[in-house]
């Protein structure tokens, strides 16, 4: 693993270097079943569980196309405004390792079933990045390996390795830029940027889950520097698997400071591939880099070709979602918010939670009261992520119309939204349960407030006398009296009325 020693400061990096991005995205698709085989496309499972003859290369067994995943590679395709091919086929990729049972790779080489896009990146300030699209391409995923013994859970070191391929043949969509040019020391923040805004398209496509924990979206982040003036494009290297945006912006910015640090010693770059270590932020050397020539690539024999017609691309296109900047630009103009109260929604996940609460009737601006601000604070308490909670915008949402019918004060509504969260049941049957709901009987607060006159026979002359701030006291006192359940906007009038 490289030192820190081995490593130039960023900012002499993109001083004396140009970076070059190249990103390739892997999207696992969530059809019903995989790519060639009828197996259950299912995340998790006991091990070995979701595998038949197909799917795991057995002599004698036929692949047939999944025509949903077809259907989900055009639909991506054309989100990201590629060309959608006439006609395309698949090829064998030809390599070993244990985690492919077929020895082979089922995917596309030279004839995507998409090429030639771009997608637009808008970064943390505004300004916006155009990525272009080499291609998005069809294949299966592989297997899974678990190394048990070592210490890393690498191969390394290990006692002995098991195989899962349960995760085998499962529709994969390969999606993969041109290089990435002129972004100098924002190269890092753009690759984080454009996993977003990809992971953001595919979940509105809803063609992918796009959890990344589980792995069902990767990134492989390649990385070279061109020394500045330079016209060649540098060695690059490729870090595989990186599954989380904030790490894909750590592993550039690594690669980057490492690179420039072995190139200023005199060194050269090593193609090849590298792991990205989430504690530590490094990335260590995996295996020198393949070329195309070494995979053998040749066209799949089993596989007819597809040719999706341009009647069934155009109807494909009239299903494609809102994307979600444009949906970001319409509701920024309909909730009136500023750059940074919209950014604050999408960067903390709140934006889809606030629409939902708006569209189960309340106002974007009640809506936002809870999702930006005591809500985040119960996510944090709790550990989980705001979409994690125990609480839907439904919910949230009848919480508000109590409080906008006058039957829960915001402090008791808090109670509320904490017992629904606790697993207390739903919003009115925790108000039933803990016994919260204002005190709105004005024969209840009257008597109320003549007893707290009573016990503060000073203040109460002090609002006789003019001085209606020393109502506060009184108003306090009312609202310890009644647990917090009396609605002390209508208290401070029964206390002025009372002294007049």
């Not at 190249?22 to 595998?51: D, Q, R, S, W």
């Not at 195309?292 to 341009?310: K, N, T």
């Not at 839907?392 to 402090?411: D, H, I």
């Not at 049957?429 to 109320?448: F, I, N």
Request: glycine share 8%; aromatic share 6%.
């Amino acid at each position: 693993m490289t030192s820190v020693d081995e490593l130039m400061d960023y900012a002499e990096v993109v001083e004396r270097f140009d970076p070059v991005l190249g990103l390739e995205v892997h999207v696992e698709l969530h059809t019903n079943t995989k790519m060639f085989c009828g197996c259950a496309n299912l995340f998790g499972g006991e091990p070995n569980t979701h595998v038949c003859p197909t799917c795991l290369g057995l002599p004698g067994s036929l692949p047939v196309v999944n025509g949903k995943a077809v259907e989900s590679a055009i639909r991506i395709g054309l989100a990201l405004n590629c060309e959608i091919a006439q006609w395309c086929r698949f090829a064998r990729k030809n390599y070993f390792y244990p985690d492919m049972p077929k020895n082979f790779q089922t995917s596309q080489y030279d004839e995507p079933i998409a090429f030639n896009g771009w997608l637009d990146v808008a970064l943390d300030d505004g300004e916006v990045v155009r990525v272009e699209i080499e291609r998005a391409h069809m294949e299966e995923d592989t297997g899974k390996s678990l190394h048990v013994g070592g210490a890393t859970g690498r191969i390394h070191g290990a006692e002995h390795s098991l195989l899962d391929y349960n995760r085998a043949g499962v529709p994969l969509i390969e999606i993969v830029t041109k290089p990435i040019t002129g972004t100098g020391a924002r190269a890092p923040e753009v690759a984080r940027a454009y996993v977003t805004a990809l992971r953001d398209l595919l979940k509105a496509l809803d063609v992918s889950d796009v959890r990344m924990d589980q792995g069902s979206l990767r990134c492989d982040a390649n990385v070279s520097l061109m020394a500045r003036g330079a016209t060649e494009f540098g060695t690059r290297t490729e870090t595989k698997n990186v599954n989380s945006l904030r790490s894909v912006e750590r592993a550039v910015r690594f690669e980057m400071t490492r690179q420039a640090a072995v190139l200023a010693g005199g060194g050269r770059i090593v193609q090849e591939t590298r792991h990205f270590d989430e504690s530590t932020g490094s990335t260590s050397s995996g295996r020198t880099k393949e070329t195309a020539e070494d995979y053998r690539y040749f066209p799949e024999p089993d596989l007819v070709p597809v040719a999706p017609s341009r009647e069934w691309v155009e109807e494909l296109r009239g299903t494609l979602p809102e994307l979600p900047w444009e949906r970001r630009r319409r509701v920024q103009q309909e909730w009136e918010l500023t750059d940074a109260e919209l950014r604050d929604l999408v960067n903390t996940g709140a934006l889809d939670l606030v629409a939902a609460t708006v569209e189960a009737g309340t106002t974007p601006a009640e809506a936002r009261s809870w999702w930006v601000s005591y809500l985040p604070q119960q996510a944090n308490n709790r550990g989980v992520e705001l979409a994690g909670l125990a609480i839907t915008p439904a919910q949230v949402a009848r919480v508000v119309a109590l409080v906008n019918s006058g039957e829960l004060t915001n402090k008791m509504a808090r109670e509320v939204v904490n017992g629904v969260l606790d697993g207390e049941g739903e919003p009115e049957a925790v108000v039933e349960a803990r016994g919260l709901k204002v005190v709105s009987d004005d024969s209840a607060l009257e008597r109320a407030v003549d007893e707290a006159l009573a016990a503060q026979p000073d203040v109460a002359a002090k609002i006789r006398d003019g001085k209606v701030a020393a109502a506060g006291a009184i108003v306090g006192a009312v609202m310890k009296a009644t647990k917090g359940q009396a609605d002390a906007k209508r208290v401070r009038e029964l206390v002025i009325a009372r002294c007049s």
